[in-house]
């Protein structure tokens, strides 16, 4: 279990699906074991507390990220928690989000990593609770059973 209150990020909102009425998150799951699409209101029938953030950035970033994440669809869960890279073969849910981000910003202008480089805590890995604590993050829904 990463370090943190938070532990998943539930990836990236990529689009509305009017036929579905949902939006659709593409998220780096462990069962099955691959970056997948879901529709949100049932990664939200997975958890009891969830959090919507925001990146503080452009909207051509953040569709940018949203197409790196989609380039993703298939790869398999990255168990290595402990490192992250942004063009892996493999990513875990808050590595995922991060090298979208990082990709999407040219290599570091967006970087979700509340604490870059390397740390006791999170060793070299970024967690979904540096994601929630970044400062270009923001919530913008907040809702705990």
């Not at 970056?35 to 958890?47: A, G, S």
């Not at 990146?55 to 402990?82: C, E, H, M, S």
């Not at 890279?85 to 849910?93: I, L, R, T």
Request: with cysteine; hydrophobic share 40%.
């Amino acid at each position: 279990m990463p370090p943190g209150y938070w532990t998943h990020t539930g990836g990236i909102v990529a689009y509305y699906d009017d036929y579905a009425g949902d939006w659709v998150v593409i998220e780096a799951w462990d069962d099955p074991s691959a970056v997948r699409m879901v529709y949100l209101r049932d990664f939200m029938k997975r958890y009891d507390t969830f959090a919507v953030l925001r990146v503080a950035t452009t909207d051509d970033i953040r569709w940018n990220a949203v197409v790196f994440a989609y380039y993703q669809l298939g790869k398999p869960y990255d168990w290595g928690w402990y490192t992250k890279e942004v063009y892996g073969d493999s990513y875990y849910c808050s590595e995922l989000v991060w090298a979208a981000y990082m990709a999407a910003s040219g290599g570091g202008t967006v970087d979700l990593d509340a604490n870059p480089g390397w740390t006791l805590k999170y060793l070299n890995g970024v967690a979904p609770q540096e994601i929630y604590d970044d400062d270009d993050t923001y919530v913008v829904y907040y809702d705990s059973a």
